[in-house]
């Protein structure tokens, strides 16, 4: 009797034990179920506070570490300010100031030159009205600008008819100006907060050299928006 009694109370004390282990597990994986849809949920506003977010302005500060061509050349660096400020809805105006930098074994080659122009989101009022964005400057986008009105261009250069005395290369700086306008299509979104993509694809015509350009463009950077 004894024995039987001891034998009850032993399992009694395990199954116990097992349901304190099944609760354990099932508060851990609710734990962890609520943990990621936790992170899911603050990614997904936070996500969209970016996209629904309005905005006036927006100072932009972005690189274009590399120049796509032929062979998509990395001795071709960009540096790029923007300032854009909503006209309308759909249309804003853009100022930009690019630093281009190339370089090769025997020449360097950097440009800094102003550019004035336009964009004009033509989805913006409609992704407003189904609620799928803010009034703001993200989205596909038409532009139109006159690159590099005004340029100051510096060579740097090995000597053909070097001093034999000096060590220094030949290094000549001026001013040009253009009329280039550059029409194109692109696409501006908010990556974060603070982090923006832009691309863009362009052609361009110069007047004065009687030129015509082609232009792709990635940008990658930080801004800063403004409302009223």
């Known amino acids: 009797m004894k024995r039987s009694a001891y034998m009850i109370l032993m399992l009694a004390m395990s199954l116990a034990g097992m349901n304190c282990f099944a609760q354990t597990d099932t508060v851990l994986i609710e734990t962890e ?36 061509s032929d062979n998509f050349s990395f001795l071709v660096f960009t540096l790029h300010g923007g300032f854009e400020q909503k006209i309308n809805t759909s249309l804003t105006a853009v100022t930009e100031i690019n630093s281009v930098m190339t370089w090769t074994e025997e020449e360097a080659f950097h440009q800094q030159g102003i550019s004035l122009g336009g964009r004009y989101y033509f989805l913006k009022k409609r992704e407003i009205e189904q609620g ?16 590099d009105l005004l340029s100051l261009i510096t060579l740097r250069a ?14 000549e700086r001026f001013i040009k100006g253009s009329l280039t306008p550059e029409v194109g299509i692109g696409y501006q979104q908010r990556l974060d907060y603070h982090l923006y993509f ?22 990658f950077g930080v801004l800063f928006s403004y409302t009223k």
């Open 33 to 68: 179920l609520q943990q990621d849809q936790e992170f899911y949920y603050r990614n997904k506003y936070r996500y969209l506070d970016v996209r629904l977010g309005d905005e006036d302005r927006l100072l932009k500060i972005g690189i274009q570490p590399f120049k796509p």
């Open 132 to 147: 799928r964005s803010g009034n703001n400057c993200q989205g596909v986008y038409g532009l139109f600008k006159m690159s």
């Open 158 to 171: 090995d000597d053909a008819d070097p001093d034999p005395l000096s060590h220094e290369p030949h290094l």
């Open 198 to 219: 832009d691309s863009s694809l362009s052609c361009n015509y110069n007047i004065l050299d009687n030129d015509f350009g082609f232009q792709i463009c990635f940008l």
